[in-house]
């Protein structure tokens, strides 16, 4: 295992500190509990805050309660779900619906350092494809996070568009396309 020390890290601030990149390595995933229900409600008051997010008419949208928020995740809408773990935090989720549908989302505590990237490469790895993908045009982190990891674009609407994944992802640190074991 790599030590904290050889940890690749990028620039973060204006005052020389360095922040970590995030590589598959260095990421977790978990599959989300009743107990982590309180952590996904606060990444839904995150994605509502996004102007750029990829949920359709979501701006003008009134957050739902938690009580609502948990009644929905009691009717199991997700065929994966799960908790993207970094530093030994709770920094997003991943996850893919029963019509294959999938899905990545960040806290902006951890935006910007590939941690979407690895946790993409790694939950897709595996799947049975093809896995689809909505982006709003206006997220561009999103969609090129999609073209680095090989994703297709196979619609483009002026608000939305649309990916396709079609067999493993390519990774997107050495642009090799290959499965996990």
Not at 51 to 74: K, V, W
Not at 102 to 122: K, Q, S
Request: net charge neutral; glycine share 6%.
């Amino acid at each position: 295992m790599i030590s904290d020390e050889d940890m690749p890290r990028i620039p973060s601030d204006p005052h020389g500190r360095l922040r970590r990149v995030f590589t598959p390595e260095f990421i977790g995933l978990r599959p989300v509990t009743e107990a982590d229900w309180p952590f996904l409600y606060l990444v839904l008051e995150e994605r509502y805050a996004h102007e750029h997010s990829n949920i359709p008419g979501m701006a003008q949208a009134l957050l739902p309660t938690f009580d609502d928020h948990c009644a929905y995740l009691r009717t199991e809408p997700y065929r994966r779900l799960e908790v993207i773990v970094a530093d030994g935090r709770d920094a997003g989720l991943m996850y893919l619906t029963h019509d294959d549908v999938g899905g990545c989302f960040v806290l902006d505590a951890f935006a910007g350092r590939g941690l979407a990237l690895a946790a993409c490469y790694t939950f897709f790895q595996n799947e049975r494809y093809p896995i689809t993908a909505h982006f709003n045009a206006t997220n561009r982190a999103g969609w090129r996070t999609a073209d680095r990891l090989g994703w297709t674009l196979i619609r483009r609407e002026p608000e939305r568009l649309t990916y396709e994944l079609r067999q493993a992802p390519l990774d997107p640190f050495t642009r090799v396309r290959k499965r996990r074991s």
